[in-house]
C-alpha cells in the first residue's frame, strides 16, 4: 500500500508541541509522512528532534525569507554537519512582505542563493517560498544545479506555470484546493508528475475547514479532490503522487 507524503508541513512550529505524540500516532496510522520544514536555526534544531522521534518526518533545515536576519552561518553549519540524516532543504525563498527596503530584500537574497548553493554541493531537494517573487526565483534557479525543486503553495498566474514546468519544477496544492476554484484550474493545468500535495500547517483554511490550524490529518481530503480533478480513483492518485514525491526526494 502506498504512503501519502504532506510535501510542506511546520510540524517544529510550537503550535503542534501539545500534540505531537498524537500527530505521529497519526500519521502511522494513516501512512503519511511529513516533509517537516524549518523558519530558522531555532526551528531547525526542533525540526531535527522531530526526525529522531519518527522516521516518518522527514526533516528540512533552512531559513524561511521573513527570518531572513537569522544567523547564516548557524544554519549552514547545521544543515552540513546533518547532511546525512536530512532529507532536504526549506523553508527557502523570497517574499517582500517581510522586508521595508531594498536591502532588506538583498539580505533575502543571499539568504536564498546560499542556501540553494548548500542544496546544490549536498544534492538535496529544496522547498521554496515564492510569494509574489516567482519571477525573481526564476531569474536565480538556472544558476544552480538542484535535484527536486518545490514551489511550494503555487499562487503565480498560467503562463509562471508553464514556466515552472519549463524549468522542471515539482507545484504543491494544499486545503485550499478543496474549495477554491482557481486552484483547481491551475492544478488542472499542471504536469501531473509535477503536482505534489501539502498542508502548510498549522495555517489556516477557510470554508469547509472553518479556519482551524491545518492538521496532516487534512491531507487524504485534498488527495481526494485532486483524484477528482484528475479523473483518477484515490487509490490510483496516491500511487501516482507517492511516484512524483520519491523522484522530488531523490529516493
Given at each position: 500500500?502506498?504512503w501519502l507524503?504532506d510535501?510542506?508541513?511546520?510540524?517544529?512550529d510550537?503550535?503542534?508541541?501539545?500534540?505531537?505524540p498524537?500527530?505521529?500516532?497519526?500519521?502511522?496510522?494513516?501512512?503519511?509522512r511529513?516533509?517537516?520544514?524549518?523558519?530558522?536555526?531555532?526551528s531547525s534544531?526542533?525540526?531535527l528532534a522531530?526526525?529522531?522521534?519518527?522516521?516518518?518526518?522527514l526533516?528540512?533545515?533552512?531559513?524561511?525569507?521573513?527570518?531572513?536576519?537569522?544567523?547564516?552561518?548557524?544554519?549552514s553549519?547545521?544543515?552540513?554537519?546533518?547532511?546525512?540524516?536530512?532529507?532536504?532543504?526549506?523553508?527557502?525563498?523570497?517574499?517582500?512582505?517581510?522586508?521595508s527596503?531594498?536591502?532588506g530584500?538583498k539580505?533575502?537574497?543571499?539568504?536564498?542563493e546560499?542556501?540553494?548553493s548548500?542544496?546544490?554541493?549536498l544534492e538535496?531537494p529544496v522547498?521554496?517560498?515564492?510569494?509574489?517573487?516567482?519571477?525573481?526565483?526564476?531569474?536565480?534557479?538556472?544558476?544552480?544545479?538542484?535535484g527536486g525543486?518545490?514551489?511550494h503553495w503555487?499562487?503565480?498566474?498560467?503562463k509562471?506555470?508553464?514556466?515552472?514546468m519549463?524549468i522542471?519544477?515539482?507545484?504543491?496544492y494544499?486545503?485550499?484546493?478543496?474549495?477554491?476554484?482557481?486552484?483547481?484550474?491551475?492544478?488542472?493545468?499542471?504536469?501531473?508528475?509535477?503536482?505534489?500535495?501539502?498542508?502548510?500547517?498549522?495555517?489556516?483554511?477557510?470554508?469547509?475547514?472553518?479556519?482551524?490550524?491545518?492538521?496532516?490529518?487534512?491531507?487524504?481530503?485534498?488527495?481526494?479532490c485532486?483524484a477528482?480533478l484528475?479523473?483518477?480513483?484515490?487509490d490510483?492518485?496516491?500511487?501516482?503522487?507517492?511516484?512524483?514525491?520519491?523522484?522530488?526526494?531523490g529516493?
Amino acid at each position: 500500500m502506498s504512503w501519502l507524503t504532506d510535501a510542506h508541513i511546520h510540524l517544529s512550529d510550537n503550535e503542534f508541541a501539545p500534540e505531537i505524540p498524537y500527530i505521529l500516532t497519526a500519521m502511522d496510522k494513516m501512512r503519511i509522512r511529513a516533509c517537516c520544514v524549518s523558519m530558522d536555526y531555532l526551528s531547525s534544531n526542533a525540526t531535527l528532534a522531530l526526525g529522531e522521534k519518527s522516521s516518518l518526518v522527514l526533516p528540512f533545515l533552512g531559513i524561511h525569507p521573513e527570518k531572513a536576519n537569522d544567523d547564516l552561518e548557524a544554519v549552514s553549519d547545521l544543515i552540513v554537519d546533518n547532511s546525512n540524516i536530512i532529507s532536504g532543504i526549506g523553508e527557502i525563498g523570497l517574499d517582500r512582505t517581510y522586508v521595508s527596503d531594498e536591502e532588506g530584500f538583498k539580505r533575502q537574497i543571499r539568504v536564498f542563493e546560499k542556501m540553494l548553493s548548500l542544496a546544490e554541493k549536498l544534492e538535496k531537494p529544496v522547498s521554496i517560498h515564492s510569494r509574489k517573487t516567482l519571477e525573481e526565483i526564476f531569474s536565480i534557479l538556472p544558476s544552480y544545479r538542484l535535484g527536486g525543486t518545490l514551489l511550494h503553495w503555487f499562487a503565480g498566474n498560467k503562463k509562471q506555470l508553464q514556466k515552472s514546468m519549463d524549468i522542471g519544477c515539482y507545484v504543491s496544492y494544499g486545503p485550499a484546493m478543496v474549495y477554491s476554484q482557481d486552484k483547481q484550474i491551475l492544478f488542472s493545468q499542471t504536469a501531473p508528475d509535477k503536482i505534489l500535495l501539502e498542508t502548510d500547517g498549522p495555517v489556516k483554511f477557510s470554508r469547509c475547514f472553518g479556519y482551524k490550524t491545518a492538521q496532516i490529518t487534512f491531507l487524504p481530503s485534498v488527495l481526494f479532490c485532486a483524484a477528482h480533478l484528475l479523473g483518477k480513483g484515490y487509490d490510483e492518485a496516491l500511487e501516482m503522487m507517492e511516484k512524483n514525491t520519491n523522484s522530488y526526494l531523490g529516493v
